[in-house]
């Protein structure tokens, strides 16, 4: 909603937004744009607004809808409204259930670079432009969001189950992606190993992308190093150009080469993308690196298996010296119930792992049916559990970098561990 907000500013609208008063990351944005942040209160519904509600938003839990529904007032969701503003685009989404936020970034900067784009990225960043030709979306399957969204062409990272509150099982998030990529007007583009990208059908010409020569879109001589990879990409076998990627693990090579072929889809200069891929300095949450004394702080989004496998990747990738020690807050207890044991395997990968209390969502009841003690008691390499006034535990690692994981308030934790680390250290960076 946030970079809704700061795309239509930018486009000219006059646009104001009820909010939590607890601070948020994606608030400075909105700050610096001079959009006015309010408390929830009906006095902020008249009629001479159009009004767009945040999907989590129902009459029982916010004041605004509630009142909305009672006195007739005419509003649409986050996702319908985005389904109209892309018609007048040519409009690029990125799906996935996994992957989206970080490849949305990349696919935006290089675009925005090479030509006038406008953008949607999940960390709370919006550009809008009224000239723009291009529009480059996160496009999200919960609750099968992404069904009012018809684009030219959309990235899609991988299929995974995910959100239990709301998918019955893999089955029925496959049937969601599939519904999705039939409305895809130009090209769908797809991770070639995905068993279930692999079943996909569209009426669209379908692109699979990968390291296997079977794939349409081909990374090879791939080279990881602590300051990022690169690597040679071709189509078929054409070679389209070398390209580096100032970013970690083997998701994020992935990630480059479906914005290689999306753009050269879409014929802008391979020169080009591959110069401004080379500066991308990554988005909000993900990946995001701190020093304080000698220690290296990560903050990132991840808060599903497969995220944190990747995460753990990553940071050893830059830091393969170092102990990494993880630090996960676990999001929502449908997500914790449904899967516990590939939590326990990938945070697994770690050297060693401390644990937060779950963060539940808005959407959910605590039924008391799982703790975070379940999933330390599962996992094999030291784990501890700890409370945001007592971080202390964390101390006891030398030369370490120290990964916080997690969707919900994962990051009280990392300042408690900052503001510890500063009173111990004179060199704060």
Same mark, same amino acid.
């Given at each position: ?164 509150? $709301? ?49 349409? $879109? ?52 391979? @020169?080009?993308?591959?110069? $401004? ?7 909000? #949450? #993900? ?123 994962? @990051? ?10 500063? @009173?111990?250290?004179?060199?704060? @960076?």
């Amino acid at each position: 909603m946030s970079a809704l907000a700061l795309m239509l500013h930018q486009m000219g609208h006059q646009v104001q937004g009820s909010d939590s008063t607890e601070y948020y990351f994606t608030q400075r944005g909105l700050e610096l744009a001079g959009i006015p942040l309010l408390p929830f209160d009906p006095k902020n519904i008249t009629p001479d607004v159009e009004l767009i509600a945040g999907n989590a938003f129902r009459e029982d839990n916010n004041v605004e809808v509630a009142y909305a529904d009672k006195n007739g007032y005419h509003y649409v969701r986050y996702h319908e409204f985005l389904g109209q503003l892309m018609t007048r685009f040519t409009a690029i989404g990125v799906a996935g259930a996994h992957g989206k936020t970080s490849t949305t970034g990349l696919l935006a900067h290089v675009m925005r670079h090479v030509t006038d784009t406008s953008y949607l990225i999940g960390d709370g960043t919006g550009r809008g432009s009224a000239d723009s030709k291009f529009f480059v979306f996160e496009s999200d399957e919960y609750e099968r969001h992404f069904l009012p969204y018809h684009p030219e062409y959309t990235i899609i990272t991988n299929i995974d189950f995910d959100h239990p509150d $709301y998918f019955t099982g893999i089955d029925d998030v496959f049937d969601a992606f599939q519904t999705y990529a039939n409305q895809v007007t130009k090209g769908v583009f797809v991770y070639g190993e995905d068993k279930y990208l692999q079943r996909l059908t569209a009426a669209a010409p379908i692109y699979r992308y990968g390291f296997s020569d079977v794939d349409d $879109y081909i990374a090879k001589d791939v080279t990881r190093t602590t300051t990022g990879s690169k690597f040679t990409a071709y189509f078929h076998d054409q070679k389209i150009g070398d390209f580096v990627v100032p970013t970690y693990g083997k998701h994020n090579v992935l990630n480059a080469l479906a914005v290689v072929a999306v753009t050269h889809q879409g014929g802008l200069e391979s @020169q080009e993308v591959a110069k $401004y891929m080379a500066t991308f300095g990554g988005v909000k #949450r #993900r990946f995001t690196e701190k020093l304080i004394g000698d220690q290296v702080i990560i903050d990132d989004f991840a808060h599903h298996p497969t995220e944190i496998e990747a995460t753990v990747d990553a940071a050893r990738q830059k830091y393969p010296d170092k102990e990494i020690v993880a630090v996960f807050q676990p999001h929502t207890f449908t997500r914790t119930i449904a899967l516990i044991d590939e939590f326990a395997t990938s945070l697994n990968q770690a050297d060693a792992v401390y644990l937060a209390q779950i963060y539940g969502s808005a959407r959910e009841v605590d039924h008391g049916d799982v703790k975070v003690e379940d999933l330390a008691a599962k996992i094999n390499k030291p784990a501890k559990v700890i409370s945001v006034d007592n971080v202390s535990p964390l101390l006891d690692h030398d030369n370490a970098v120290y990964v916080f994981m997690g969707a919900g308030d994962i @990051q009280k934790y990392e300042y408690a561990f900052e503001t510890l680390l500063a @009173q111990l250290t004179n060199n704060v @960076q």
